[in-house]
């Protein structure tokens, strides 16, 4: 391995006000807001660059332009048997995702970790849900007694989700519930027929059942802060995984990142494999991090006053875990022995279904890209489960495909085309997104005797579903199961697909914040408590999962964090 500036002094060239690990949706976030306030900013991505529009090579294909109609190969599914489970995963979008052999690791339990290495990282793929926590996410693992307390709490955040939804544009209706806080909203999609008459029924039959429309990052009506992004309307195409040519939703390729270069303080290199944070003995804090080329195997030492990692929650892991140095042999940071562990997730597991007769003659516009949100009603004032923690119910309604037998006449001709022009019934849908309870079991660690194609040690996974997500999962199908009944749906199938941890894409923990560093590696600010040049503000800093889709989250605590850290740095704190 060739190496320049290992362990030498910093150069024009190498040397920057900030760096961050990771361009995906936190670290673009952290991009954006330290290059507008003026720190010269380097983003470190480990995999291809990627830029708007020029690099979606798919984005306006029509399924008969794909070698196998949009699937994979049978060859390809037998190279790649983890990565082509996840979901929405085909031939149009899998140059965004990695190869199983592209970064190997070790489970120890099943565990189906999905990546996407390239600029832009999984903010290309992810699901584009963006429902705010509420106060009864932040307190209760404490109050329940199923977690440590967390640093801050919803008043500490609103502001920075506010910050966020004004810049990337969140569609949605403003409905006035406790459980899930009202945001700053472009008007929501349509809510369909079937889905209006279950809103009703819900009404009618339960008092703490509430409906909601999509909270989604797409723009129904884009304002002047999106079009000077360069951004424009959603156009229902439903064809977002591909990459948006039209900026219909966001991601840092189409927003964060182009608006922190506009300011000519952002430098991004990819093919950028991080191998650790330095950490300077004498001066008591992180002074860079050492890099490998993806593809030369040079490494080079870049330096900064600040560090965000924001390479997604076991990456980050990863990269604290194999940051030693004779004050910290056992990670950066990890004076109490707990990096790594408490590693939780989003219980994906159950879905409940039907048919609904009638509504015959209503359809909606377009591929409506997003799925109404049944707000969480388990477990909020007091317990009142079996199980600890909440979830959230996705819930839609389709047309179904006409349905035509040879027997019902000529397979040609216009009475024919006429028949399958109409589409068939409705099938009503709603799956589990479920909060789960971090462990110190479920954890992540670093191999000691097989190592990556850098020369880092792999990453062993042992994470595991639990009693509690079981019993979760089985009240989830039963309430389901009751709600459309009520509605009137036949054919009602409860399903427990019993996949694995990891295809949620939602992994959290391992560098949790909190207020006690004696349990906890992050403070209030994101900061290393006992490193305080470097910040967490991707998924590894969560303390708890709650019910509600992350990423949006992770936006605001990195805005809020990297707003702090320019301010520190200029009282001479930092740096």
Not at 215 to 244: F, S, V
Request: proline share 5%.
């Amino acid at each position: 391995m060739s190496v320049n500036n290992m362990g030498s002094g910093a150069n024009a060239e190498t040397t920057f006000d900030a760096i961050v690990v990771g361009s995906g949706i936190s670290g673009g976030w952290a991009a954006k807001e330290l290059c507008e306030q003026g720190l010269k900013t380097l983003v470190l991505e480990r995999g291809r660059n990627v830029e708007h529009n020029k690099d979606y090579p798919t984005a306006t294909m029509a399924p008969w332009e794909f070698q196998y109609r949009m699937r994979m190969s049978a060859a390809f599914v037998k190279e790649n048997p983890l990565i082509t489970k996840a979901a929405g995963y085909g031939d149009e979008c899998d140059h965004f995702f990695i190869k199983d052999a592209d970064h190997p690791y070790i489970q120890e339990k099943p565990f189906d970790w999905i990546r996407g290495y390239q600029v832009g990282g999984k903010s290309l793929t992810w699901g584009r849900a963006t429902q705010r926590w509420s106060e009864f996410e932040f307190t209760a693992p404490k109050r329940f007694g199923y977690g440590i307390e967390w640093p801050i709490g919803y008043s500490d955040v609103a502001p920075w989700y506010s910050h966020v939804e004004n810049f990337i544009g969140i569609c949605g209706s403003k409905d006035g519930l406790e459980a899930m806080p009202d945001g700053e909203f472009l008007p929501p999609f349509e809510m369909s027929a079937p889905l209006k008459a279950f809103r009703q029924n819900l009404k009618d039959n339960y008092t703490d059942r509430h409906l909601v429309h999509a909270r989604w990052a797409h723009l129904t009506e884009p304002k002047e802060i999106h079009l000077q992004q360069g951004r424009g309307k959603c156009q229902a195409r439903n064809m977002c995984m591909r990459g948006c040519p039209f900026g219909g939703y966001f991601s840092s390729v189409s927003s964060t990142l182009p608006w922190a270069q506009k300011t000519g303080n952002l430098t991004i290199r990819p093919h950028s494999v991080v191998h650790s944070v330095i950490y300077d003995e004498k001066l008591g804090k992180a002074t860079g991090v050492r890099v490998i080329d993806a593809n030369t195997k040079q490494t080079t030492d870049y330096f900064a006053k600040v560090i965000f990692l924001n390479a997604a929650a076991l990456n980050t892991n990863l990269i604290l875990l194999n940051s030693t140095s004779k004050r910290f042999p056992n990670g950066l940071g990890n004076d109490n022995g707990l990096l790594g562990k408490y590693i939780a997730f989003h219980n994906y597991r159950a879905s409940v279904s039907g048919t609904l007769d009638g509504f015959e003659d209503t359809y909606y516009f377009g591929r409506n890209p997003t799925d109404l949100i049944l707000v969480n009603y388990r477990n909020l004032h007091q317990q009142q489960t079996d199980y600890f923690g909440g979830f959230t119910t996705f819930v839609n309604a389709y047309r179904q495909p006409p349905i035509i037998h040879e027997t019902e006449g000529d397979q040609i001709g216009a009475a024919y085309k006429d028949a399958i022009s109409e589409p068939g019934g409705w099938h009503m849908f709603m799956y589990l997104q479920g909060e789960t309870v971090p462990k110190e079991s479920n954890h992540v660690r670093l191999s000691k005797t097989e190592k990556d194609q850098w020369g880092i040690p792999l990453l062993i996974t042992s994470v595991a579903y639990d009693d509690n997500d079981d019993r979760m999962t089985d009240d989830f199908i039963k309430q389901g199961t009751e709600m459309l009944t009520k509605a009137g749906c036949k054919n009602i199938r409860g399903f427990n697909n019993k996949q694995s941890p990891g295809l949620d894409i939602h992994e959290m923990g391992g560098v949790r914040m909190g207020k006690d560093p004696k349990t906890s590696l992050l403070n209030e600010w994101n900061q290393l408590h006992l490193c305080k040049n470097v910040f967490v503000t991707d998924g590894a800093c969560m303390a708890s999962t709650g019910n509600q889709s992350p990423s949006i989250l992770y936006m605001a605590l990195t805005a809020r964090a990297a707003t702090y850290a320019v301010n520190e740095i200029k009282k001479g704190n930092l740096g």
